[in-house]
């Protein structure tokens, strides 16, 4: 089962923060958060491993509630190049197998 | 090869037609994954391998749909018979194991017309 993301669509302003959310129904053993520009192929960001990890990079962080089976990607001061749609894949403790939420698209504008 | 590999990056049938996908993974990873995504929407998934052996096609949407990897490596997804609603692209993904990072190929567009 695919988990949801929320919100669906993000406008920004260049500079300004965004906070895209991931949640599952399911008990999830990691969370993988990518990148996709159009016509182009998902791009990984980063893997959060059950624990509460919180991991970041540059200006983009995330964090991962095991207990809630809940995923946020922090983007923060935002830039031109943030502009795609984000994705998290998720893992469940029954195996390998990996599955998408339905994407954020994140737009930033100057 | 530096990355994965699809081929070819566009194709177009015509609707009952029997087409085939082609995914080359990087060397050494022992997990393959197919996916397809339609436009606005996420990767959906539809079979994954590991090693030599599909550890879940749940994904696949019926028997139309068919993928083997027959030596660990390269692996083919087939459509037989198909119909416009199949058109998409179709991503392919490896990853060396568990908790590691998936790297996702061009994709192939596959157009029914």
């Known amino acids: 089962q695919q988990p949801v993301q929320s919100p669906q669509a993000v406008i920004l302003r260049e500079g300004e923060d965004a906070v895209i959310n991931c949640s599952s129904s399911?008990?999830?053993?990691?969370v993988h958060w990518y990148r996709q520009k159009h016509g182009e192929a998902p791009v990984f960001l980063m893997i959060l491993l059950k624990g509460g990890e919180q991991k970041g990079h540059d200006k983009i962080s995330a964090s991962f509630n095991e207990k809630k089976q809940q995923s946020s990607l922090y983007l923060t001061a935002s830039q031109l190049s943030y502009s795609g749609t984000y994705f998290c894949?998720?893992?469940?403790?029954?195996?390998?197998?990996?599955?998408f939420g339905g994407g954020t698209r994140l737009m930033v504008k100057p | 090869g530096a990355g994965v590999s699809q081929t070819p990056s566009n194709k177009v049938t015509e609707k009952g037609k029997y087409v085939e996908l082609r995914c080359d993974p990087i060397s050494g990873h022992t997990a393959l994954y197919w996916y397809r995504q339609s436009l606005g929407q996420g990767p959906e998934f539809l079979i994954y391998?590991?090693?030599?052996?599909?550890?879940?096609d749940s994904g696949l949407p019926n028997d139309r749909f068919f993928a083997v990897r027959p030596e660990g490596s390269v692996s083919t997804l087939k459509i037989q018979r198909t119909e416009r609603g199949d058109s998409a692209v179709y991503l392919c993904?490896?990853?060396?194991?568990?908790?590691?990072?998936?790297?996702f190929g061009q994709g192939t567009r596959l157009t029914v017309v």
């Open positions: 399911k008990a999830l053993y990691s």
């Open positions: 894949g998720t893992e469940t403790n029954a195996g390998n197998m990996l599955t």
């Open positions: 391998f590991q090693g030599t052996g599909a550890a879940d």
């Open positions: 993904a490896s990853r060396w194991q568990l908790n590691t990072e998936a790297f």
